[in-house]
């Protein structure tokens, strides 16, 4: 099974600090890149996505940055603030299905602090 | 308020019982999926259901059986579940497999334990 490895599991940052939460995919097929966002008793909700058309995509204060060279993306939470703690998920699959491919990562809690 | 709807959000069983968990989407989709969370693991795809056939069973236990009568809700059946069935089970709905750019909307869950 192609897996997406996520790091950290965990993470602790200051208000106004600027959290990253990095992910590996396998598949050179994949070309849909999804960020959620879950807390804590809700489903997870889309929170950004990137094709790998491009290098970076900011969505407010949310921005991914993807090598697919390396077959890396990121998170960068800009400005953090306590609201933004919850749990993280990345995942990858392909563009035109990826309702049901969607390979997801192992989350990451982070937490901000006031 | 999500446009998937989860009941019961709280679940407890012994492992001789038989119940059901219910989902129903109100957006339109035309698939519907079922995932397991639990902790410190990735979610885990259980079923697909795509204009209301199945297609996708991810090596699931026979224990999970999935019913979708109509492409909005969908049913998880339970019985003879075992304690390390416990988890997070997750709905979700995309608007149809192989359409591009069609996210995943989930519900809030189901929280099951088994004792």
């Known amino acids: 099974q192609q897996q997406v490895k996520q790091s950290p599991q965990s993470l602790i940052v200051q208000k106004g600090g600027i959290p990253i939460i990095n992910c590996a995919y396998e598949n050179t097929a994949f070309d849909y890149f999804p960020w959620y966002q879950q807390f804590p008793g809700k489903g997870p909700a889309l929170l950004i996505a990137i094709r790998p058309d491009v290098s970076e995509k900011k969505e407010g204060r949310f921005t991914i940055s993807f090598n697919k060279s390396a077959k890396q993306f990121s998170l960068h939470i800009m400005d953090s603030q306590p609201g933004d703690s919850a749990t993280y998920f990345c995942a990858a699959g392909p563009y035109n299905n990826a309702g049901n491919m969607l390979t997801f990562g192992g989350g990451t809690r982070l937490m901000v602090k006031p | 308020e999500t446009g998937v709807t989860q009941t019961p959000r709280h679940l407890v069983m012994g492992m001789t019982n038989k119940k059901s968990l219910k989902c129903e989407q109100h957006?339109?989709?035309?698939?519907m999926y079922w995932y397991k969370q639990s902790a410190k693991k990735p979610l885990e795809l259980m079923f697909v259901?795509?204009?209301?056939?199945?297609?996708e069973n991810n090596s699931v236990p026979s224990r999970f059986s999935p019913e979708c009568p109509n492409s909005s809700h969908l049913f998880l059946h339970l019985h003879t579940l075992q304690p390390e069935d416990s988890a997070l089970y997750l709905c979700?709905?995309?608007?149809?497999?192989?359409?591009?750019?069609?996210?995943?909307?989930f519900g809030n869950g189901t929280r099951l334990t088994v004792t």
């Open positions: 957006l339109g989709h035309n698939a």
């Open positions: 259901y795509n204009f209301k056939e199945q297609t």
């Open positions: 979700a709905s995309s608007q149809g497999i192989g359409t591009r750019n069609s996210p995943l909307h």
